[in-house]
């Protein structure tokens, strides 16, 4: 007999530590708020491509510019030669798309 | 911060036309601006600016880093000058080609592969790694 009478007093137990879970998980999802985009304060340390990345990068990126070399030393990319300037903002949005810690750019813009 | 100073005005566009995970870093006297452009013209216009604060890209001071998000089976066009787009086997120019997409055709992007890759393929059904510099949103 004594069983019949716990067992409601069980269940009416968890339950109510079910719900109490529920509402409490509820409360949390209400709370949370999107952050919003605009952060920009980032202390990462920058990402540098390899030389090897880089040289193959910077090998695709002039291909369609035949005036133009490029050398690739300790992360830096150095443009020489000729240019229209109408095409220089497509090889320079190439090149650095590419991870190098620099891009010096000595091209002759014609 | 002064590199941020003298590129405030990208900056500020940049947070205005809501490029996604934007990240401004000065490190060693170059200031490093990286972020995704929900299309080409925010990438153009971001450029734009740069080319006004830095005529050129003289200055060897910033490496701007914008690229465009393009969704999987999202269409893309063709912004080659004049020319055929190269559709290659791999992502790279040592790759060989296995066909063109012409100047302005409008293509399927499959992936952005990385930065500079995406694999795409076209109305005629050929599939491969094209430039994403020729490439922008449609």
């Known amino acids: 007999m004594k069983k019949l009478i716990y067992l409601p007093l069980a269940l009416a137990l968890s339950a109510g530590g079910f719900s109490g879970c529920k509402s409490k998980q509820a409360n949390n999802d209400a709370n949370t708020t999107t952050t919003s985009a605009d952060t920009v304060t980032n202390t990462a340390p920058v990402q540098i491509s390899s030389d090897d990345l880089l040289s193959t990068g910077v090998r695709d990126a002039t291909k369609d510019f035949p005036g133009v070399s490029a050398t690739v030393n300790n992360g ?14 497509t090889l320079m949005q190439s090149v650095q798309s ?12 014609e | 911060m002064a590199l ?3 590129y405030q005005e990208l900056i500020n566009a940049a947070k205005t ?8 870093r000065e490190q060693n006297n170059v ?3 990286d972020g995704e452009a929900n299309s080409g013209a925010v990438k153009d216009n971001l450029w734009n600016i740069y080319n006004k604060i830095d005529p050129d890209f003289k ?3 910033l ?15 063709v912004i080659t000058k004049e020319s055929n787009l190269n559709i290659r086997k791999g992502p790279g120019t040592e ?3 296995v066909g063109k997409a012409a100047h302005n055709e409008i293509v399927t992007v499959l992936n952005q592969t990385n930065e500079q890759w995406w694999l795409i393929k076209t109305n005629g059904g050929v599939e491969g790694y094209a430039y994403s510099q020729y490439l922008t949103p449609a």
């Open chain 1, 76 to 89: 830096e990319v150095t443009l020489t030669g000729n240019i229209k300037r109408d095409r220089l903002p």
């Open chain 1, 98 to 109: 590419l991870h190098p810690r620099k891009v010096n750019n000595n091209l002759t813009v």
């Open chain 2, 4 to 6: 941020e100073q003298k």
């Open chain 2, 17 to 24: 036309s809501e490029v996604q995970n934007l990240q401004v």
């Open chain 2, 31 to 33: 200031l490093y601006i």
């Open chain 2, 59 to 61: 200055g060897g001071d």
């Open chain 2, 63 to 77: 490496v701007l880093n914008i690229n465009v998000k393009a969704a999987s089976g999202s269409k893309a066009k």
């Open chain 2, 95 to 97: 790759q060989p080609t």
